[in-house]
């Protein structure tokens, strides 16, 4: 199996802590030969995990892809609204591309990223993970072998966590969507996808409903301050960052505004940065809570709800067939058959590698349809992307229009006018 090489733009928690580490663990498949990283210490971490010398290590995607071709591969992991730029650049250097979700929250660079990797005929793969896990892979792998019969409706929740919210969607890098995405793309783009996958029928339309309804000013309580550490009621809040970041269970987060867990740095941290900023006055805007409803072209029906304020962060599927029914959450899956009453329980393995094996396994699969590819379609190409993408786009647009249904087709052609006169 031939070794392919690879360069890194983005060396931050998904690009360096999720993806790369497969060069690390499999070193005659992939090799990182470049990296492009703006913050020094992570660059610098990379590099020398991955034996990159200096020349070859670079502030930014412009400098690194200014040079000529110097790998197969180019994995970008940048900020969602600074995927675009990179991407097509890397793209008209015949780079295959693999790129963290989402593709940008914009749909016209979306059909323009999908466009520019079919004029160069090279590979644009979106990091869509969970379609790479043993876990939806075998309740993909039960759908088609049709154990439930006819798909009716599925049920999706995306129980995000009162913590993972806290510090992802409310102080940390996807809180404000004039910065970074919507909610339902930010987050809850896989769902979008896992759906429009599963269900394996056009979405024909969508509307939905959510808000920032708790994190917000309105709610602070009296007596709060702008920073956890400077606040009265801090010990009474379950948001408290301090509560968080300098215990054992959460403490690996801090890892996003310090290198070191010494509880000195991540007190600083918590002074400085915004993940120490009280969860009522951040400048977040993205909603906490969202619900969306689909309808597909075979009259079948999904609802998605997404919601910051459970316990445990997980996600859980109820899909109805005609002949059956199908419940799966954390690792195991429960048919249950209409015919003879047989329920049967599938229990997935633990795996180690992050998302449930997908951080892993996609970038295996990629590898794999580099190797192997002549144009064709894969499971995570753009072209399945941006379906997947547009159901969202169209849900933020009928949230943001109290709720009013859109039609998937009239909405996507209404794009594709725009992009030809752009």
């Known amino acids: 199996m031939a070794q392919l090489t690879a360069i890194l733009i983005g060396a931050g928690a998904r690009g360096a802590g999720s993806y790369a580490p497969f060069a690390l663990d499999y070193p005659h498949e992939l090799k990182f030969v470049a990296v492009a990283e703006p913050d020094a210490n992570r660059r610098e971490k990379f590099a020398k995990q991955h034996n990159i010398p200096e020349e070859m290590s670079f502030e930014s995607w412009e400098q690194l892809l200014a040079n000529p071709k110097l790998a197969d591969i180019a994995v970008i992991c940048t900020m969602d609204r600074m995927h675009f730029h990179p991407t097509i650049q890397a793209l008209n250097n015949k780079y295959h591309v693999l790129l963290e979700k989402p593709m940008s929250p914009d749909p016209l660079e979306c059909l323009q990223m999908e466009q520019a990797a079919r004029e160069n005929n090279v590979l644009l793969s979106i990091c869509h993970v969970l379609r790479y896990t043993p876990f939806w892979s075998k309740i993909k792998q039960i759908l088609s072998d049709g154990h439930i019969g ?22 940390g890098n996807w809180n404000n969507s004039d910065t970074s995405s919507p909610m339902i793309l930010a987050k809850s783009c896989h769902d979008m996808d896992v759906l429009s996958w599963l ?6 339309r969508v509307n939905s409903y959510g808000s920032l309804m708790h994190f917000n000013e309105a709610n602070a309580p009296e007596g709060s301050a702008d ?34 867990l010494t509880k000195e740095n991540i007190v600083q941290g918590l002074r400085e940065t ?32 997404m919601c910051g304020f459970t316990f445990e962060q997980e996600r859980r599927i109820q899909i109805m067939g005609t002949r059956g029914e199908l419940r799966g959450d954390d690792d195991k899956i429960t048919l249950f058959d209409f015919l003879t009453h047989q329920k049967t329980e599938i229990t997935i393995p633990s795996q180690s590698s992050g998302h449930g094996g997908g951080d892993a396994g996609i970038v295996r699969s990629f590898l794999t349809d580099v ?15 941006v379906r997947s993408h547009l159901m969202a ?3 933020e647009a009928s949230r943001l229009d109290g709720g009013k249904s859109i039609e998937l087709t009239a909405y996507a052609e209404e794009l594709m006018k725009q992009s030809v006169t752009k």
């Open 199 to 204: 269900m394996d029928q056009p979405c024909v």
């Open 150 to 171: 006819d798909i009716v409706s599925i049920q999706l929740n995306e129980n995000v966590g009162y913590w993972h919210i806290a510090h992802s969607f409310v102080r």
């Open 393 to 395: 786009f169209a849900a």
């Open 227 to 260: 920073r956890c550490l400077d606040c009265a009621v801090e010990t009474t809040c379950p948001y408290s960052a301090p509560r968080f970041y300098l215990s054992e269970q959460f403490k690996g987060w801090a890892r996003h505004f310090t290198p070191e």
């Open 274 to 305: 915004n993940y120490g900023r009280c969860v009522y006055k951040s400048d977040n805007n993205v909603v906490d809570h969202q619900v969306v409803g689909m309808e597909f072209a075979n009259g079948a029906t999904a609802m998605f709800s």
């Open 371 to 385: 190797r192997n590819y002549h144009g064709q379609e894969t499971l995570t190409s753009a072209v399945a992307s």
